[in-house]
């Protein structure tokens, strides 16, 4: 069965303690995992795409890499902005039209 | 210009009633999503167009009427729903195309739909 899991569900970190957030995938025929964060009662905002085994992005306090199985999104000195609901997505199927399945998302809290 | 546009921001409906949500993205995508969102869940795709025709229909029940109008619009028509039915509702525009696989999607920042 095609599957997304985030782990952990809920984390919790002091500012600038940094930390990391796993999406494991089982899904055949990937076209791409997609990290988006998302403010509570706003749509999700686009962070990074991620298509081969290797590749990493960054931006900010944040970088996201790729293996066969999983993805990480690493948070770097993280600051009370950065508190937010992360989800990751797989692009899926034979369709180039992108259709997504999404884990449950981590929810971050960062204390000053 | 990544912006895709949702209107309104909140909508209370009777159960009786009927409405509709509007969407709108500027940035040439040709494929258009509906996503359904419950508290502390996943999105869940509801819709997709592609060149403005259906091509994905997630078994969604008939009381929700996607219709494309042109290639920026996407609308969602609501009738005679459930109370259960109350989320926020996101629209979300992609390219169709990608040499690599599927394309980013870009979200609204939804209508937070309640039945009463």
């Known amino acids: 069965e095609d599957q997304v899991t985030q782990s952990p569900e809920a984390l919790r970190l002091q500012e600038g303690e940094s930390s990391s957030l796993n999406c494991s995938y089982t899904?055949?025929?990937?076209?791409?995992l997609f990290w988006y964060r998302q403010d509570p009662g706003k749509g999700p905002e686009f962070l990074f795409t991620?298509?081969?085994a290797g590749e990493e992005k960054e931006k900010e306090r944040l970088k996201a890499t790729l293996t066969k199985k999983e993805s990480f999104l690493h948070i770097t000195a993280p600051k009370p902005e950065d508190s937010a609901t992360y989800l990751c997505?797989?692009?899926?199927?034979?369709?180039?039209?992108?259709?997504?399945?999404f884990g449950q998302g981590t929810t971050l809290q960062v204390k000053p | 210009d990544t912006e895709v546009t949702q209107t309104p921001k909140h909508l209370v409906m009777g159960m009786t009633n009927k409405k509709s949500l509007k969407c709108e993205q500027h940035?040439?995508?040709?494929?258009m999503y509906w996503y359904k969102q419950k508290a502390k869940k996943p999105p869940e795709l509801m819709f997709v167009?592609?060149?403005?025709?259906?091509?994905i229909n997630e078994s969604v029940p008939s009381r929700f009427s996607p219709e494309c109008p042109n290639s920026s619009l996407l609308n969602l028509h609501l009738h005679a729903l459930q109370p259960e039915d109350s989320a926020l509702y996101l629209c979300?525009?992609?390219?169709?195309?990608?040499?690599?696989?599927?394309?980013?999607?870009?979200f609204g920042q939804g209508t937070r739909l309640t039945v009463v």
């Open positions: 899904v055949s025929g990937l076209r791409g």
């Open positions: 940035m040439g995508h040709r494929a």
């Open positions: 991620l298509y081969s």
């Open positions: 167009y592609s060149y403005e025709k259906l091509s």
């Open positions: 997505a797989v692009g899926w199927g034979s369709s180039n039209t992108g259709k997504l399945i």
């Open positions: 979300a525009s992609s390219q169709v195309f990608s040499r690599k696989g599927s394309s980013e999607a870009f």
